[in-house]
């Protein structure tokens, strides 16, 4: 089973920008859709964006469309969320996640991200 490992998380004002990183190890990475989530303090954890296995397709919530743009790079193992424009609200820590893990409510440590006013 695929392994994941979040990064690059910190604190940035409001407007700045981050990228996210999801580092995974696995022979199974490149046939799994991946997930990007987050859980805000005393907020249940939501679904941010998902890439389909070969990258080929994407879907946000509303509240990141247009600021948020996530990639994989199957050769590195890796998924990324670039997040531009960052709001207050934005403030969570973010996973990510596949499918079955999620269906197994296994989850990684996350990277936390707070955006200052």
């Known amino acids: 089973q695929v392994q994941l490992v979040e990064s690059g998380g910190g604190l940035v004002q409001a407007g700045g920008s981050l990228r996210l990183s999801c580092a995974a190890s696995?022979?199974?990475?490149?046939?799994?859709?991946i997930g990007w989530y987050r859980q805000a303090p005393g907020k249940q954890r939501e679904l941010v964006a998902v890439?389909?296995?070969?990258?080929?397709?994407?879907n946000y919530v509303d509240s990141v469309k247009g600021r948020f743009t996530i990639s994989r790079d199957n050769a590195k193992s890796t998924v990324y969320l670039q997040m531009n424009s960052l709001k207050p609200e934005d403030t969570a820590v973010y996973y990510c996640?596949?499918?079955?893990?999620?269906?197994?409510?296994?989850w990684g440590q996350g990277t936390l991200v707070t955006v200052s006013s």
């Open positions: 890439i389909s296995s070969s990258g080929g397709s994407t």
């Open positions: 696995g022979s199974t990475f490149s046939i799994n859709d």
């Open positions: 996640n596949t499918p079955i893990r999620v269906a197994e409510d296994f």
